[in-house]
């Protein structure tokens, strides 16, 4: 079983049913309403687990009335949480609304710049690069880029994984995105795969349309280029050119985690041993599920249940010279016996 370490966020995520998500309205009536777990990492390692890896989360919770409830999810899913972090005060929240056309508007508490975090920074950072060194990738989520004290985290695990040639990935936020910072840069360099939307990719290259920017993000030497765009599809980018992978025409229900199930089926798969189109396939099989459910892993269990009955499509036989190339490092133990388990 291969072993992916995934850094980001963790938040209670309160979804909400509406007719337009954008309404003007001061007092809106909700025809739904559904509190789960969420954040960008999360979402990526419940649905990594469900496809069969084993997932490592590299987060942070709170000490509020949430607690328990992230923690409790988090295990359903079977996502591996020794390397939690715990600090004071409110867990991260994230209100959702949600429009009948599956478009979103999040009203986002992303915890305290400065959190008094309870946990021995120098053991834990010697842990999470320990981890990083026995894993076979490394996923890092933008919203962590977007402060110094997550951003350290983060750059030091870049730095660990490409001592060790470890594959990084990397799911931008439109934030970071917007406003560019120097870890994002560095994350950039060290990347092999990134995974920016639409905007995203163009708010960072100043590029009018999708694809002229997923060029200009291949130009800085990026070796995969992936950029989503809803129920358009998905353009890659790679030596060999550009691709499009299309989206099946469904109705989407909720948006919210698309993004982050696709980045995970794309990892899946590229760790078995696909090339990246397939790869790409296989991932948008995943977000395919996710928007067809309202919450942000919810389809984590659907996921889970295909795979499990070999209903996953689009198999195909993986490609022998990508399997190689993403299987020479040496294969290291993946059920958790050599972490720390304290959070």
Not at 308 to 320: F, I, K, L
Request: charged residues 20%; hydrophobic residues 40%.
């Amino acid at each position: 079983m291969s072993t992916v370490v995934a850094m980001g966020d963790t938040l209670g995520e309160l979804t909400l049913q509406v007719s337009d998500a954008w309404h003007r309205s001061p007092d809106i009536a909700a025809s739904a309403c559904l509190m789960g777990v969420g954040g960008s990492a999360a979402n990526f390692c419940a649905v990594s687990a469900a496809l069969g890896l084993h997932s490592v989360l590299v987060s942070e919770m709170g000490d509020d009335v949430l607690t328990d409830f992230l923690a409790s999810d988090l295990s359903r899913h079977g996502v591996d949480t020794s390397l939690m972090r715990s600090r004071k005060g409110a867990n991260s929240l994230c209100v959702i609304t949600v429009g009948d056309d599956g478009d979103r508007r999040f009203l986002s508490y992303r915890g305290p710049d400065d959190s008094d975090s309870n946990y021995d920074k120098a053991g834990y950072l010697e842990r999470l690069i320990a981890r990083v060194r026995t894993a076979d990738w490394l996923h890092i989520s933008g919203f962590w880029l977007q402060r110094e004290t997550t951003a350290d985290l983060v750059l030091a695990a870049v730095s660990a994984a490409q001592e060790s040639h470890l594959p990084i990935s990397l799911d931008p936020s439109p934030l970071i995105m917007d406003d560019p910072n120097e870890s994002l840069w560095k994350v950039l360099k060290a990347a092999r795969v990134v995974f920016p939307n639409a905007y995203e990719a163009c708010a960072l290259t100043k590029a009018a349309d999708s694809a002229t920017a997923a060029r200009a993000l291949s130009s800085l030497g990026i070796p995969i280029v992936v950029v989503t765009d809803g129920a358009s599809g998905s353009l890659l980018v790679t030596e060999s050119g550009m691709d499009e992978v299309h989206a099946p025409a469904i109705r989407a229900l909720d948006t919210t985690g698309a993004g982050d199930a696709l980045a995970a089926g794309f990892v899946a798969a590229y760790l078995n041993g696909h090339d990246p189109r397939e790869a790409l396939i296989q991932g948008t099989d995943a977000a395919t599920v996710a928007v067809s459910m309202i919450g942000g892993h919810t389809a984590a269990d659907e996921i889970r249940r295909l795979r499990g009955v070999s209903a996953w499509t689009h198999q195909r036989e993986p490609d022998p010279e990508n399997l190689t190339q993403t299987q020479s490092r040496p294969q290291h133990s993946s059920n958790g016996e050599d972490d720390h388990a304290d959070q």
